[in-house]
DNA sequence: TTATTTAGGTCAGCCATATTGACTTAATTA
DNA sequence: TAATTAAGTCAATATGGCTGACCTAAATAA
């Protein structure tokens, strides 16, 4: 059974090549975040902070609670973070129409720091990028999207 | 200029498209780690036992000091995990050639416990490639190889 | 109108993963 | 024999998560 399988799987579905891919997702994501974690060390922040400034700077006036949702943690979690990037004026507070709820947006200061950040992820996907063609580079973009939860998409 | 450059730009190219790369990197490897950190939670481990069990099962006989360039982490850090994983024998430790040096192999636990983890993303990125044809796979993982830092490959 | 739910906040304690720095032992190599 | 290498250990620290308990204010449902 077991060889039968290995016959009739194709080359690409392999147990190896899959564990290549395993491989590479581990990698790569650790050395797409490297850049951005080395600037944020010297102002005394982490990875957690790049991803509510980023998330801030995409969609104004976003909510906690969407935030959140988009995160994945727990308010306590986010609050650390949050009043940090709040205390040091990169993310500005304002009450939404839902007198309950926050809107968040990014101050200039903040946006000058999301913009140095991102551009050094972006400037590394560009490079990437620009040694292929469209025809792989569509092959990429669809299976990474598939490779997200339904849920989240 | 900023102008000139967007008409220049292809579509694929766009720091919009990118984000969207961004954002997929983020949520694919959240979504990716998320399985196997639910099944170490119950053993009190965590990803980082898992990515020393993956290793570990991979390339036997390796030793800590080729561990430790291959997760990048230093040895302080290194050292907790891999005593829990020895204490609770998943992994087997002997003295190599070289008498300063140890060698890691995993138990039969250890195997078993790296099939259960690994299985899980395997089948997750098996049932994602299952939708694409052998031309995005190759998009995919060509892109994917360079998306690791050039010293990592 | 009152009761309930929702959005947000906070305190306390805990755990996992990582770091730096200092120091040790044993084995190998120059 | 001296220097280097592989591994181990102790201590202190930072970061990013978690749970649980509890609070306020605003919106909504009964």
């Known amino acids: ?44 922040f982490g990875r957690a902070h790049h991803r509510v400034i980023y998330f801030v700077g995409k969609q104004k006036n976003l909510t906690i609670k969407e935030l959140l949702s988009i995160l994945k943690i727990t308010k306590q979690s986010l609050s650390r973070v949050l ?30 720091l999301e913009k140095r950040l991102s551009e050094i992820q972006i400037k590394r996907i560009r490079n990437v990028l620009l040694k292929f063609n469209e025809m792989d580079i569509n092959g990429f973009k669809k299976i990474m999207y598939e490779m997200v939860d339904e849920i989240n998409r």
Chains 1, 2 share one sequence.
């Open 1 to 44: 059974m077991a060889d039968l399988n290995k016959l009739l799987t194709p080359l690409f579905l392999n147990e190896g090549e899959i564990r290549k891919i395993i491989e590479l997702l581990f990698f790569s994501y650790r050395d797409f975040t490297e850049g951005p974690d080395k600037v944020l060390e010297k102002i005394n």
């Open 83 to 112: 009043n940090q990037l709040v205390n040091e004026k990169y993310i500005i507070l304002s009450v939404g129409e839902d007198k309950r709820t926050k809107k968040l947006i990014l101050s200039k200061k903040g946006q000058e």
